[in-house]
């Protein structure tokens, strides 16, 4: 089943600024976060050497200001990804809540890294970083509607085919019959949340799904 969601509700339930969830997935696995805090430390650093060079009242108060922003940048860009993540999905035309059930559920490996090493004979090995994730395939009355992949963990065993399921559907077709993006989503028989990205403001959300489906 499909309701239609107006934009200024989706503002409610998707921020335009990130969240502490959002942040949280945006600031990555500890190597990313690695790669960011070179990139903050190297460009705080060469800016903070160029401010102290500066002779110039005008040039000095623009490498302070840029060495403030390298330094924060571990913690403005998580924010500022999140955030272009949200606002990009809100560009779409039509929303709609989407009741339905789980038709299925698999699980695939994913290769989150890869690096060679050598073996003690003296060759290249390469060595992937494999993880277990869990897709879920969502229909509703009217048939086979999309799947949700995410990585697997233990509470993720209580999900059962025939679990009902709850998400916001967007597209920029009204009749939502092809290019279709899904949020995260909830299962309110075992009140568990399940997607990649955590698009959506949990309480609200489950607010909405009571006015609505009550």
């Known amino acids: 089943m499909l309701i239609p969601i107006k934009q200024n509700q989706i503002s409610k339930l998707i921020p335009s600024v990130g969240t ?11 190597r990313k976060i690695l790669q960011r805090l070179i990139i ?14 500066q002779s110039s009242t005008q040039t000095e108060n623009l490498w302070l200001l840029l060495c403030v922003i390298f330094f924060l940048y571990i913690i403005w860009g998580p ?9 990009k999905y809100k560009k779409s035309k039509f929303f709609s809540l989407f009741d339905g059930y789980v038709s299925d559920i698999y699980k695939t490996e994913r290769i989150e890294s890869s690096r ?10 390469l ?11 969502l229909e509703d009355e009217d048939g086979y509607l999309d799947k949700i992949s995410f ?16 998400c916001i559907i967007s597209s920029n ?42």
């Open 151 to 166: 990585p697997m963990e233990n509470k993720h065993s209580l999900i059962r085919v025939g679990s009902n399921i709850r």
């Open 40 to 53: 903050s430390s190297i460009g705080g650093v060469l800016n903070l050497l160029l401010f102290i060079s």
């Open 127 to 137: 060595i992937e970083k494999k993880r277990t994730w869990l897709v879920i395939e």
């Open 79 to 87: 924010i500022l990804e999140s955030s272009r993540k949200n606002i």
């Open 116 to 125: 060679e090493q050598s073996n003690r004979q003296g060759r290249l090995e």
């Open 173 to 214: 077709y009204r009749n939502f019959e092809r290019e279709i993006s899904l949020t995260d989503a909830w299962l309110p028989d075992s009140n568990i949340w399940i997607g990649e990205y955590p698009y959506l403001l949990r309480p609200a959300f489950e607010e909405i799904c009571y006015i609505y489906l009550k």
């Open 20 to 30: 502490g969830g959002q942040f949280k997935y945006t600031l990555g696995d500890p």
